[in-house]
């Protein structure tokens, strides 16, 4: 069965430090995406960054990049440069593949991430 | 390029009585998903509509229901509803095939209070 287990309930980085958030999941579709997303207090969604399963190359958006391991079954978040901003909760989800590029998504527990200064 | 809106943001309804929730998304966007947030059960998938057809349907009750209009707005709609349904719920535009994009953006969600 489609799974995302994210590991680390709580972080916590000093300003200006790079940090890395841990997701791995668990799927048998050989077609998958995998996204991030951060979320602050006020709820909304953010979208950071997607990579794809066929993808060759590591996403990359800004000060976030995707380290992604496949044979591993991980797609950590890594944010470089923190700022206080970026303190937040932050989602690892996917979605499995298939020709439909379907909206439904599996999400992990979350990563709360605090930012010192 | 305007995001996805959700109305309303904030409500409280009385156990028993029923909502109904609001999501326009991106222009051009045809595919509309809902998810349920709590601190107990996380993000849950409830549905999603793809030109104006539910695709795919999460595991919850019948009381929670939805829609997807000819413009790609959607509804969900919860009825008879008991206090676990407080939770803060949000909506997730994407294009909905294949090569049309692949990122999925949520709306800022609407904060439901049962009491």
């Known amino acids: 069965a489609q799974k995302i287990t994210q590991t680390q309930p709580g972080m916590f980085v000093q300003e200006k430090e790079a940090v890395t958030l841990d997701c791995t999941y668990d799927?048998?579709?050989?077609?998958?995406?995998l996204f991030w997303y951060k979320q602050p207090s006020s709820g909304e969604m953010i979208f950071l960054i997607y990579?794809?399963?066929?993808?060759?190359q590591n996403a990359t958006e800004g000060r976030y990049s995707l380290n992604f391991q496949k044979a591993r079954k991980s797609a950590n978040l890594v944010i470089s440069a923190s700022q206080l901003g970026d303190s937040a909760m932050y989602f690892c989800?996917?979605?499995?593949?298939?020709?439909?590029?379907?909206?439904?998504?599996?999400f992990g527990q979350g990563t709360t991430l605090q930012v010192k200064p | 390029k305007a995001g996805v809106t959700q109305t309303p943001r904030y409500l409280i309804k009385t156990r028993g009585q029923q909502v109904t929730l609001s999501c326009s998304p991106i222009?051009?966007?045809?595919?509309v998903s809902w998810y349920q947030q709590t601190p107990g059960q996380g993000l849950q998938f409830l549905f999603e509509?793809?030109?104006?057809?539910?695709?795919n349907k999460g595991n919850f009750p019948g009381r929670f229901s939805g829609r997807q209009f000819s413009n790609s707005r959607s509804e969900m709609n919860v009825s008879t509803l008991e206090l676990g349904d407080s939770a803060l719920y949000l909506c997730?535009?994407?294009?909905?095939?294949?090569?049309?994009?692949?990122?999925?953006?949520f709306g800022e969600g609407s904060w439901l209070t049962v009491v």
């Open positions: 997730a535009s994407s294009p909905g095939r294949t090569l049309s994009g692949n990122t999925i953006y």
């Open positions: 799927t048998s579709d050989p077609s998958y995406g």
């Open positions: 990579q794809g399963s066929y993808d060759q």
């Open positions: 989800a996917m979605r499995e593949g298939g020709s439909s590029n379907t909206g439904k998504l599996i």
């Open positions: 222009s051009g966007h045809r595919s």
């Open positions: 509509y793809f030109s104006e057809t539910q695709r």
